[in-house]
């Protein structure tokens, strides 16, 4: 049911296309998905990995399949290998969803100023 992909999106993948595409924020999984997205924790900073702004982009086709493009703190992050793999089980219990795609890409590298304003005050940075 679920493809998942922790290989980072090559160059010539993103060639001609804006680095963060908006979201399908009107479909009706999206808020569901963004909540699935929000129960997972990078095991070393206490803030969802939605609120550290490392959810690029979640894209909902009309058959409700799912791919989420997102980054990580760092390249050599631990859990690099697992985390795209928690994302898509977070997501594949949601009523509706067909399937999950999740990609890791470094472009735009995340920075802090990609978090959210909940995420900034958790963590004493605001």
């Known amino acids: 049911m679920t493809a998942q992909s922790s290989t980072p999106l090559a160059a010539d993948q993103m060639e001609g296309a804006p680095l963060i595409k908006p979201s399908s924020t009107d479909h009706p999984l999206h808020e569901s998905i963004v909540e699935a997205c929000r129960t997972v924790y990078d095991p070393e900073i206490p803030v969802n990995i939605f609120d550290l702004g490392l959810i690029y982009t979640i894209e909902i086709s009309e058959q409700n399949e ?9 390249p050599g992050c631990p859990v690099a290998g697992e985390m795209p793999g928690w ?3 977070a997501i594949e219990p949601i009523a509706g969803v067909k399937s999950v795609d999740v990609l890791l890409t470094w472009e735009p ?7 959210s304003d909940e995420a900034r005050l958790e963590l004493g940075f605001m």
């Open 66 to 74: 799912v791919v989420v493009t997102m980054s990580l703190t760092a």
């Open 87 to 89: 994302v898509a089980e």
């Open 109 to 115: 590298p995340w920075g802090m100023d990609m978090m």
